[in-house]
């Protein structure tokens, strides 16, 4: 707590009454308006006007925060087609049914050698030959995309992965002629590893 504000305020040294005649005023005694119960409204207003610039100033460093660590998961430069990358996800949509479903799950891609698409924490974990690579997608910073045709057990397909408005997409879709897997992963983050 501040101690109190001594405050003197001038004095007019005249005052006139109902009657317009003048009085001096040099009589009355200067007051402590910290102890006499009256406010100082100003500083009221001053230590208020504080308070809400702290508060707004606590506001924007968390604001900041969010936008550059959400900024800085994909702010992370690499070649998709020679780095190793870890490619985060939190769920995928079943582009055959439209059913969604939520799990962590990761691909890690080696270059344009093989993939790995890591799901249960690592539990499960597979690993696609990758056959070739198209496309020209050479920095994770700026918009592209790579299709990798890969082949997994008697599945063959392919994996595209696309970086557009600032948002990544990945495409797993395998078949071996009866069955089709056909998943759209929203990509929430990436390492480069």
């Known amino acids: 707590m501040c101690s109190p504000i001594l405050i003197n305020k001038p004095r007019p040294t005249q005052m006139k009454n ?3 005649v003048e009085l001096p005023m040099n009589h009355l005694p200067k007051t402590n308006l910290a102890f006499s119960g009256v406010k100082d409204v100003a500083s009221q207003h001053d230590i208020k006007r504080d308070k809400i610039r702290r508060r707004l100033n606590h506001f924007y460093l968390i ?11 994909f702010a992370q430069t690499a070649d998709p087609r020679r780095n190793t990358i870890q490619w985060n996800a939190t769920g995928f949509t079943d582009q ?8 962590e799950t990761k691909f890690i891609t080696y270059g344009s050698d093989k993939i790995e698409w890591v799901q249960r924490g690592g539990k ?12 020209v997608w050479t920095n994770t910073s ?14 063959s397909g392919t994996i595209t992965i696309t970086r557009s408005s600032g948002a990544i997409s990945l495409i797993l879709h395998l078949y071996d ?10 990509i929430t983050s990436l390492d480069i590893l």
């Open 177 to 186: 002629g009866h069955e089709t897997i056909n998943n759209l992963y929203s």
């Open 63 to 73: 604001l900041l925060a969010l936008i550059t660590a959400h900024s800085s998961a």
């Open 18 to 20: 109902n009657f317009n």
């Open 96 to 103: 055959n049914t439209g059913a969604t479903a939520q799990g």
């Open 124 to 135: 499960l974990v597979y690993t696609l030959a990758v056959s070739s690579a198209d496309g």
């Open 142 to 155: 700026t918009d592209g995309s790579l299709i990798y045709h890969v082949v997994l057990n008697e599945k």
